[in-house]
């Protein structure tokens, strides 16, 4: 016959396991759901000394809008993000 302590282990076991399990399953939901969730816009900022600065805001939603499409409206789950950053560093005039 099992001791009382050795119940109370293994209740905790398996308590810990459940509260685990659905954390983890919160989490994935909640993630899944902002995926879904269409982009509603989005904001280009261009860092550096003016004078020196070869690319404009125009430039890069050009680049962003021919490697995506349309960005805006667009799930977020469609987004390829390292396709968008590989084709915004193949420009020349961007350094990352």
């Not at 816009?41 to 004078?51: E, L």
């Not at 789950?77 to 968008?84: G, P, V």
């Amino acid at each position: 016959m099992p001791s009382g302590s050795r119940m109370i282990r293994g209740f905790l076991l398996v308590f810990w396991i459940a509260l685990s399990v659905g954390a983890l399953s919160l989490l994935i939901s909640a993630m899944e759901t902002k995926n879904a969730k269409p982009c509603q816009g989005f904001q280009v900022t261009i860092k550096g000394d003016r004078n020196g600065v070869f690319v404009d805001e125009r430039e890069v939603l050009k680049i962003l809008n021919g490697i995506n499409g349309v960005i805006k409206g667009k799930p977020m789950k469609e987004f390829d993000l390292l396709k968008m950053e590989d084709g915004l560093e193949s420009n020349p005039w961007i350094e990352n």
